[in-house]
């Protein structure tokens, strides 16, 4: 079953799907990055550290849950989180229940930058992507990226 999967090539239909769907994740992230780092000075990656943070509340987050919520791999977190903590925005403690656990909170600086940024992050997700749709399409989206979202979760 699997090599037969392989084998298959994709027609013209689904590259018709598949093409804008490879050049839109793959342009989107760069033109947030570049758009976050002109205006705030933050790339794309740790604006997401951020905002993840920041929707824990007050509360702290291991590493490996941030890892997974954040969509990075650990090492890639470890640099985005040494570089977030040499600006004060982001906080490292270990677990009190388990020292080897690690764990990251936003500081106040960090809600301060957050703030700073997200009126330019929210901007342009609105103009890229919310603003072209109408409501049905919006939903129509919503819908479809719930289907896909699972099965690419699952495959981390």
């Known amino acids: 079953m699997m090599a037969q999967r392989l084998d298959r090539r994709l027609d013209d239909a689904e590259m018709e799907t598949w093409l ?12 947030l990055d570049r758009t976050l780092k002109d205006e705030v000075g933050l790339n794309h990656a740790r604006y997401a550290i951020l905002v993840t943070l920041a929707g824990q509340g007050e509360g702290s987050v291991t590493m490996t849950e941030l890892a997974r919520i ?9 640099h985005a989180l040494d570089s977030l903590e040499e600006r004060g925005w982001v906080e490292r403690t270990s677990c009190s229940t388990d020292k080897r656990t690690l764990s990251a909170a936003l500081t106040p600086a960090g809600r301060e930058m957050l703030r700073t940024a997200a009126p330019v992050h929210v901007q342009q997700v609105r103009e890229l992507v919310l603003d072209p749709l109408d409501d049905e399409e919006r939903a129509q989206l919503r819908t479809i990226l719930e289907k896909l979202l699972p099965r690419v979760t699952a495959a981390l």
């Open 70 to 78: 954040a969509g990075l791999s650990r090492s890639r977190l470890s």
């Open 20 to 31: 804008p769907v490879i050049r839109f994740v793959q342009l989107l992230p760069q033109v």
